[in-house]
């Protein structure tokens, strides 16, 4: 649904989001999949319904808008580049959409939009990162999880699947933990 251009752009819109929010979709796919939308080849209306479904009132959009500024830039510029004989039939859709924010929402996404790029995407272009984050995984605090996630998943050390009296309960290596939570 999130691929077809023949489906409706507010279902579209809402099944990015709800991939994204389940983590079948990576913020940067969602995020080219919001510049496709938002390109200057889509007609307004259209991407208009797209926004309206990704960030509709109800389903915690705005927080997503605040708190990733990619996203918030890419509204942001789609909407300043709207033609001004196009944008009196995009301002229903908008404002139906954000006006079931709550007004703290509004107010700090109308905060954010006035104050321009924020100065974190400066300073990372500088070469400065987000504290807290580093520029690459730390492997050794993510293996010190294997132990804890093994136990939660009744694998032994061994490599084999704990039975506890199942039946037919398949052995699985411990390091292999594929297929897990589908």
């Known amino acids: 649904l ?14 990015v989001r709800l991939l994204l ?10 995020a080219r999949l919001m510049g496709l939308v938002l390109s200057p080849g889509t007609a307004p209306t259209d991407a208009a319904a797209w926004i309206e479904g990704f960030v ?9 808008l605040v708190h990733d500024e990619r996203l ?8 300043t580049a709207v ?13 139906r959409t954000f006006s079931a924010y709550e007004s703290g929402v509004r107010r700090t996404l109308g905060e954010l939009v006035g104050r321009g790029p924020r100065r974190t995407e400066r300073a990372a272009a500088a070469g400065h990162r987000t504290p807290g984050f580093a520029a690459e995984p730390d492997t050794g605090r993510a293996d010190a999880v294997l132990p804890v996630v093994r136990l939660l998943l009744g694998l032994t050390e061994g490599g084999a699947e704990r039975n506890d009296g199942e039946e037919g309960a398949p052995a699985r290596a411990a390091g292999d933990l594929t297929g897990v939570g589908r």
């Open 72 to 79: 918030l830039g890419l509204v942001d510029t789609w909407l």
């Open 56 to 64: 509709g009132g109800g389903s915690g959009g705005g927080m997503l």
């Open 2 to 15: 999130a691929a077809r251009d023949t489906i409706p752009g507010v279902i579209r819109g809402r099944a």
């Open 21 to 30: 929010d389940e983590g079948e979709l990576a913020a940067e796919e969602a």
């Open 83 to 95: 033609p001004a004989e196009a944008f009196t039939d995009v301002l229903p859709l908008l404002r």
